[in-house]
Structure formats: C-alpha cells, structure tokens
C-alpha cells in the first residue's frame, strides 16, 4: 500500500471527516440534514461510482444561469480534458467523462 500520509493528514486541528448527508452546499459552508453547518474550505464530496452517471446519480450541480449539469451533460456527458465543465467554476471532477474507460483512459501507472 502506497502511503499518502492520509492518515497523518486527518489527524490534524484544521482537519475534519464529516460523514452524513448534505443538503446545501455555500461557498465556505456545507449545511447538513439535522441543522448543521461545516464551515470549509475545500470539500470533497464522495459519491459512489456509476461508471456512465458521473456524480449526476447521486446529487445535483447548478452552474452560472441556474443551468443543472445533469441537463447541461445530457446523454453524453462531456468534460475538458474530463475534470472542468464551462458554466461551473470551482467545481472540478476526478474520473470524469472519457477518463477512466476499459479501453484505455487518462490513467497512467
């Protein structure tokens, strides 16, 4: 196993794993379902895997205008180089659309 520090990295004092479920997101906050509020300067919001869903399945991103990435992707979802999406700044991807495909992909060991 390749060791990131990730361990290290959680027990840190401006560090925290919160684990439930969101219902709004702000832009230094993240409010919760039972009322409560996180304050955050970066979130990492992990979703689960539908290979052909993106985080689509599982929660919904508004760009600029009000436009839903869902709508916006259609049936063909597609990223810049499969991390940003014109319309939705400060929100990027990992294993976005064309990345992590079985015939190959951006992935590189």
């Given at each position: 196993?390749?060791?990131?520090?990730?361990?290290?990295?959680?027990?840190?004092k401006n560090v925290a794993l919160v684990n439930g479920q969101?219902?709004?997101?702000?832009?230094?906050?993240?409010l919760g379902k039972n009322g409560e509020v996180a304050i955050?300067?970066?979130?990492?919001?992990?979703?689960?895997?539908?290979?052909?869903?993106?985080?689509?399945?599982?929660?919904?991103?508004?760009?600029?205008?009000?436009?839903?990435?869902?709508?916006?992707?259609?049936?063909?979802?597609?990223?810049?180089?499969?991390?940003?999406?014109?319309?939705?700044?400060?929100?990027?991807?990992?294993?976005?659309?064309?990345?992590?495909?079985?015939?190959?992909?951006?992935?590189?060991?």
């Amino acid at each position: 196993l390749v060791d990131n520090n990730w361990c290290t990295m959680m027990l840190e004092k401006n560090v925290a794993l919160v684990n439930g479920q969101a219902t709004e997101i702000k832009e230094h906050e993240v409010l919760g379902k039972n009322g409560e509020v996180a304050i955050a300067d970066v979130i990492i919001y992990a979703t689960g895997f539908q290979s052909t869903k993106f985080c689509t399945a599982s929660t919904k991103v508004i760009g600029k205008g009000g436009v839903s990435l869902e709508e916006e992707w259609g049936a063909e979802p597609t990223a810049y180089m499969g991390m940003t999406r014109p319309n939705f700044p400060n929100f990027f991807m990992t294993y976005g659309p064309n990345t992590n495909v079985s015939s190959g992909g951006s992935i590189v060991w």
